[in-house]
C-alpha cells in the first residue's frame, strides 16, 4: 500500500576511491523523496509499537529491534550453553 510516487528514486553515482575515470570506483546511492521516508518511518514506527505490544517477536529476536543486540544474543545462548554443560 506504498503510492507508487514514494517508489521513485533518483540514482546517483558516488566516488569512492581512485581514478574517476573508472566505473568500478562508483556505487550507486538512491535518493528517496522526502515524503516517502518521513510516511516509512511512522509506518515502521506504528508496526514496531504493535509487534511489542502484542508480544509478536520472540525474545531472542534481537536483529532490527530497539533495545536489543546481537550481542546480547551471544550472550545468553553462551549463558545458556554453560549452564547446560554444568548439569
Known sequence: MFPEDFKIAIISPIHKAG???NCDN???ISVLSS???IY???VTEQLEIYLET???LA???AGFRKNHSTQTSLLNITNQWLMNMDK
Open 40 to 42: 516509512e518511518k511512522l
Open 59 to 61: 525474545e531472542q529476536q
Open 54 to 56: 502484542n508480544h509478536i
Open 35 to 37: 515524503v516517502a521516508k
Open 26 to 28: 562508483y556505487r550507486p
Open 19 to 21: 581514478s574517476k575515470t
